[in-house]
């Protein structure tokens, strides 16, 4: 079966200061999408950014970037100038060939004042 | 606009009553899902629609009905709840599932005593 594994279950990080969170997937796909979610305190899930697969390029929105590293199977996600509103739990999706989304336990992020 | 509504928040049950938990999105989507998530895990999909009429399982179904007569509602049935299913439930909808993008509901925690 398909898994995705957050291997940081917290991370603290400085106000301002940039933080990655990591993410490592498995699949036989050839082709697929992989997303990072935010869900803050609220509780209501909210994408943050998504890449697909085919694409080298890594996907950019605004100050979160991710590392994708195709070969390794690894999906990081990268927030620049960390904001106190960014502080929340942080999950990391891939799609199976079911067209469903298989998730990972989450990380959560704590930002210091 | 409201996006995705989930009703009741929160709800109490003991074991053996059934409920209903309801979910309306109002932006035309045609895929519809129902998570569950759980201290320590990912969601976990329960059941999903693809279109009014279409159901089919998830990953974790035992224990729970949908049906979706309209585009807009995607009710999810507890028959007989039972304390394993305590936790908090997400409805998400997406114009596409390909995409994967999905807009989610604030959540409903439930309590099986």
């Known amino acids: 079966a398909q898994t995705v594994t957050q291997s940081q279950p917290e991370m603290s990080v400085q106000e301002a200061e940039t933080v990655t969170l990591s993410c490592t997937y498995d699949?036989?796909?050839?082709?697929?999408?992989l997303f990072w979610y935010k869900q803050p305190p609220s509780r209501q899930m909210i994408l943050v950014i998504r890449?697909?697969?085919?694409k080298q390029q890594n996907a950019t929105e605004n100050r979160f970037s991710v590392n994708f590293q195709k070969a390794a199977k690894s999906f990081s996600l990268k927030i620049s100038d960390s904001q106190l509103g960014d502080a929340a739990m942080y999950f990391c999706?891939?799609?199976?060939?079911?067209?469903?989304?298989?998730w990972g336990a989450g990380t959560k992020l704590i930002i210091k004042p | 606009n409201a996006g995705v509504t989930q009703t009741p928040k929160f709800q109490v049950l003991k074991t053996g009553q059934s409920m209903t938990l309801q979910c309306a999105q109002d932006?035309?989507?045609?895929?519809m899902s129902w998570y569950r998530q759980d201290p320590g895990m990912g969601l976990r999909l329960i059941h999903y629609?693809?279109?009014?009429?279409?159901?089919d399982q998830g990953e974790v179904p035992n224990g729970y009905n949908v049906s979706r007569s309209t585009t807009e509602d995607f009710p999810l049935r507890l028959l007989s709840a039972a304390p394993s299913q305590t936790s908090v439930y997400f409805c998400?909808?997406?114009?596409?599932?390909?995409?994967?993008?999905?807009?989610f509901g604030e959540g409903s925690r439930l309590t099986v005593l």
């Open positions: 890449q697909e697969a085919y």
């Open positions: 699949t036989s796909e050839s082709d697929y999408y």
């Open positions: 998400a909808s997406s114009y596409f599932r390909l995409t994967g993008e999905l807009f």
């Open positions: 629609s693809v279109g009014a009429g279409i159901t």
């Open positions: 932006m035309n989507h045609e895929y």
């Open positions: 999706a891939s799609m199976d060939s079911n067209y469903q989304l298989i």
